[in-house]
């Protein structure tokens, strides 16, 4: 009897998707799975989108600002700070909030002291904020405190105003623009801490450069130096009260800073002794004049004003 002969497997490689494809012996089998379509080509701004999608579902988002108590807990910061409070400072302390919630805050507590109803007010001096009393009320603070309010001579103003807007500049140089010796006003302006040392000029002798203080700003209540009114301003302001009309095309005093093409200041020395102007060094400068002595060309008042 025959025995009927053993299938043998297909010899070709090519098998239908889905089918097992025989192994030799002693390996596992392996189907063989169907090609997936090609998809279509990824554009880069479609992967940019998903990418800012996940930054933006995994960045949590920052908690509103609570501007009433912001702006409490800042009116307590300027009630005890001898100072004006820095706008930095004060970010940092309210938990380093932005300058736009900064500027929010501001406001808020700005509304809660109205300057015609309220006698303080929140003010921008010295690039900071302050608690400072109504200017309506200041003949009333006077009295309570029976001071004189503080004035300068014509020699000492001439002074610090060159100084502002010039500045840093030596004595030598406020002398040529003034055409007078500025050592008493100089000397009183030191002592009222209104003007200091910054530096010296690198030129020979090095003379010492004069600047304005923090407390210059204060005094005079600016938020910055750019808030200096213009020669126009000054003009327009002098022809309002002499009732006289400005000149069209007038030629004023270059109020911008001079460029000091002899030599730049060196390194910010720290605010040195009134005393020390006299003996400041100055190219062909006049005769130097004493503390108590009182300059011949500014006035016969004493240094200081009355």
Do not use: W
């Not at 912001?70 to 001898?82: D, R, Y």
């Not at 001071?147 to 002074?159: G, K, W």
């Not at 610090?160 to 004595?171: E, G």
């Not at 050592?183 to 304005?212: C, H, I, N, Q, Y």
């Amino acid at each position: 009897m025959e025995e009927n002969p053993k299938p043998t497997p297909p010899t070709s490689s090519e098998s239908p998707a889905g089918e097992v494809a025989p192994a030799p012996q002693g390996e596992p089998a392996v189907r063989e799975e169907a090609p997936a379509e090609a998809a279509g080509p990824i554009l880069v701004d479609d992967l940019l989108k998903s990418g800012d999608a996940e930054e933006a579902e995994s960045e949590p988002e920052s908690p509103a600002l609570d501007l009433q108590r912001a702006a409490s807990i800042l009116e307590s910061l300027l009630l005890m700070s001898s100072e004006p409070l820095s706008v930095d400072k004060a970010r940092q302390l309210l938990g380093d909030i932005t300058r736009e919630q900064f500027n929010e805050v501001h406001v808020v507590l700005q509304a809660k002291y109205p300057p015609e109803s309220s006698g303080i007010l929140v003010e921008r001096v010295a690039k900071g904020l302050q608690f400072r009393t109504n200017p309506a009320n200041q003949e009333h603070i006077r009295k309570l405190f029976d001071v004189r309010p503080p004035r300068f001579s014509r020699a000492a103003l001439e002074t610090v105003a060159i100084i502002a807007y010039k500045q840093p500049l030596t004595r030598q140089e406020i002398e040529q623009i003034r055409g007078v010796d500025c050592a008493g006003s100089l000397k009183t302006l030191m002592e009222r801490r209104l003007v200091r040392v910054v530096g010296k000029k690198d030129v020979p002798g090095k003379p010492f450069l004069f600047g304005t203080t923090r407390e210059f700003m204060e005094v005079f209540s600016l938020g910055s130096l750019s808030e200096l009114p213009s020669m126009r301003e000054i003009e327009e302001y002098l022809a309002s009260s002499s009732a006289t009309a400005v000149e069209a095309g007038r030629p004023g005093i270059d109020l911008t800073p001079a460029a000091s093409p002899e030599g730049a200041a060196t390194t910010e020395n720290p605010p040195v002794e009134a005393s020390s102007v006299e003996n400041a060094p100055v190219q062909d400068a006049p005769p130097e004049i004493g503390p108590d002595e009182a300059a011949p060309n500014e006035g016969s008042g004493s240094p200081d004003g009355d």
